[in-house]
């Protein structure tokens, strides 16, 4: 039985994303304090404004600490634009081709 969708449903569920969204950064800023950070693609620094908190296994719902690292926002999305040909990603561990005309990611 489907249940029609309610705008305070709609809202919640909307809460709970934004909260899970944010959870990953907030632990690794737990852990790591303001940084600055090495960037774990290219290895120069990144600052508290620029980076973004990475899943290393892409599972956005392991949240361990060692499984989150620091990037620059263009070296990640490099990283996810690249999608490394073969390796299964995800909750659905879907296969993706890598893009053509995509650099090789050389993480």
Known sequence: MNRPTTQRGTETRARINESRRRLHRELFFAHN???????????????????????????HDNNAIENLVPMHNGCHRQ?????????????????????????????
Not at 33 to 50: A, I, K, L, M, N
């Open 33 to 59: 304090g303001p940084g600055p950070y090495d960037c774990f693609h290219c290895h120069t620094e990144v600052d508290f404004s620029s980076v973004t908190v990475h899943h290393v296994d892409d599972d």
């Open 79 to 107: 990283y996810h634009a690249t999608k490394r040909v073969g390796v299964k990603r995800g909750p659905n561990k879907k296969k993706y081709p890598t893009p053509e005309g995509a650099v090789p990611w050389n993480g």
